[in-house]
């Protein structure tokens, strides 16, 4: 999301919560012409701290007023990456035991053996090639 959609969004959720600029500002503890050049896409997306404060103020959930500022949570981050980290170990290793089926029966041999081929491409299609920002992002918006 850019940095206007996304102060198009604060802007929303201000408006729905019935607040001036200037009292998110109190409420969040920033100065009200911060919470003006946010929503007028002149300043860069806030800081995790900051997002929590605005959804604590306006009501909105923490893991939403990051999805909308294309900013992923700290904690889900790490959890994210470990995930990609272990399904990544994983068909590197399938790689090197295709590899080392290719040098001990030959290359010929291995192209042919559907199984193997089989078991490579359902190891492909289970890595999701997005950034582990992305899945967190898709993944809360699917609830899954």
Request: net charge negative; aromatic share 10%; charged share 30%.
């Amino acid at each position: 999301m850019t940095m206007t959609a996304f102060g198009a969004y604060l802007r929303q959720c201000r408006e729905a919560a019935g607040l001036t600029q200037a009292e998110l500002a109190t409420r969040a503890g920033v100065d009200h012409t911060y919470v003006s050049k946010i929503e007028h896409g002149q300043n860069p997306v806030p800081s995790l701290a900051l997002l929590r404060a605005f959804a604590a103020t306006l009501g909105v959930e923490y893991d939403a007023m990051c999805r909308a500022a294309g900013r992923v949570p700290t904690e889900m981050t790490r959890v994210e990456l470990e995930g990609e980290w272990w399904r990544l170990r994983d068909l590197v290793e399938f790689a090197l035991e295709f590899r080392d089926a290719r040098v001990r029966y030959g290359t010929d041999e291995v192209h042919h053996r559907a199984e193997d081929w089989q078991r490579f491409d359902r190891a492909f299609d289970d890595v999701e090639w997005q950034a582990p920002a992305d899945q967190a992002a898709r993944r809360m918006e699917t609830g899954t």
